[in-house]
């Protein structure tokens, strides 16, 4: 894994990185992979494919999400439009590649492009509760409406075509509503697969985002009292002060955990001493999933998106009549 020193910390590196990034081959390095984040280098790129990359990933990566919700009793404080906008934005777990798009004007929904879910729940008074208690959870039951009450009803062949489905929301304490004693919700869902330029609710990311790698150098020793204070000017781990011959020295540990906050140019003692630059073909990128899918998944699609949209380029090319 690449982290600092790429493609060269050295004077002058402004002027020399556009004839060095074209000598350098293009690669992908993973450096942290979680459940639900997924950071990795570009490097070798353009930053309009960098940028193609970020908004694929944000607009063009299908997912499903709640797009007809149909009400049959609300008696809730909130109101139907307001309901059906919060089932909208709860993140559902289920692969989009398993289903096709829903032809717009159908409302009816088949199997192979809906998934219904329901939601029933009504609030009751607890005879068991202590007579001088005031705690809601304890007075009430099912007075807080949460994500975990939904769920799947199967369409058509459902069953058969997904026996070991579990289609749920990614997170099961997403507060809906809250109900009174009477109160309740009576609503079905229905689910369909989309993108999120049409609505940002099929969006499969939380975050997708990317920065330069940041280029530290330090143009002359630095090294007791002054090592301490440009230790004290960067994000932590970025300098380190090393012991050499009875003097502290300080140096560039780890270039990538900066911030670029520019709070050593405050320093007139050491403004000059720090030349501030960023790698400018050598890309970090944060993909922070919903939950609908692994972030690795999500980078994976939205690399096959972006491959297919140059080759319909291409193919356009290759259709026009040459003169």
């Known amino acids: 894994v690449h982290t600092t020193d790429f493609p060269g910390n ?3 590196y402004e002027d020399a990185w556009d004839q060095r990034r074209f000598e350098e081959a293009f690669r992908v390095d993973v450096i942290r ?3 639900d984040t997924l950071e990795f280098d570009m490097v070798g790129i353009d930053a309009a494919i960098a940028n193609a990359f970020r908004r694929i990933l944000l607009a063009e990566v299908p997912t499903m999400a709640v797009e007809k919700v149909f009400v ?5 404080i909130v109101q ?5 906008h919060r089932l ?7 692969d989009p590649r398993l289903f096709e798009y829903r032809n717009q004007g159908d409302q ?13 729940i009504k609030c009751k008074r607890n005879p068991q509760a202590a007579k001088e208690s005031s705690d809601p959870d304890e007075l009430y039951f099912n007075h807080k409406v949460y994500s975990k009450h939904m769920t799947w009803v199967p369409l058509g062949n459902q069953t058969d075509l997904f026996p070991d489905a579990d289609f749920r929301p990614v997170h099961d304490d997403i507060l809906i509503a809250l109900l009174r004693p009477g109160q309740e919700i009576d609503v079905l869902m229905h689910c369909v697969k989309g993108i999120g330029k049409d609505h940002a609710k099929f969006s499969p990311v939380a975050t997708a985002s ?11 020793p630095i090294e007791d009292e002054a090592a301490e204070t440009l230790q004290k000017c960067f994000s932590p781990g970025v300098i380190e002060i090393q012991n050499v011959n009875g003097k502290k020295v300080a140096r560039v540990a780890n270039a990538r955990l900066d911030t670029f906050s520019r709070e050593v140019f405050r320093h007139e003692s050491l403004k000059n001493l720090v030349r501030l630059a960023r790698v400018r073909n050598h890309y970090i990128f944060s993909v922070e999933s919903t939950g609908i899918l692994p972030p690795d998944v999500l980078v994976s699609e939205a690399i096959k998106i972006l491959m297919g949209k140059c080759q319909r380029f291409l193919n356009e090319l290759d259709s026009v009549p040459m003169e």
């Open 108 to 120: 009816e929904g088949t199997e192979i492009d809906t998934l219904q879910f329901q939601l029933k």
């Open 33 to 35: 992979e979680e459940e």
């Open 80 to 84: 139907d439009e307001i309901l059906a």
């Open 210 to 220: 990317y920065r330069l790698l940041p280029d530290i150098t330090l143009l002359q």
């Open 72 to 76: 049959y009793n609300n008696t809730s």
């Open 88 to 94: 909208g934005l709860i993140p559902i777990r289920a």
């Open 10 to 12: 050295y004077p002058g």
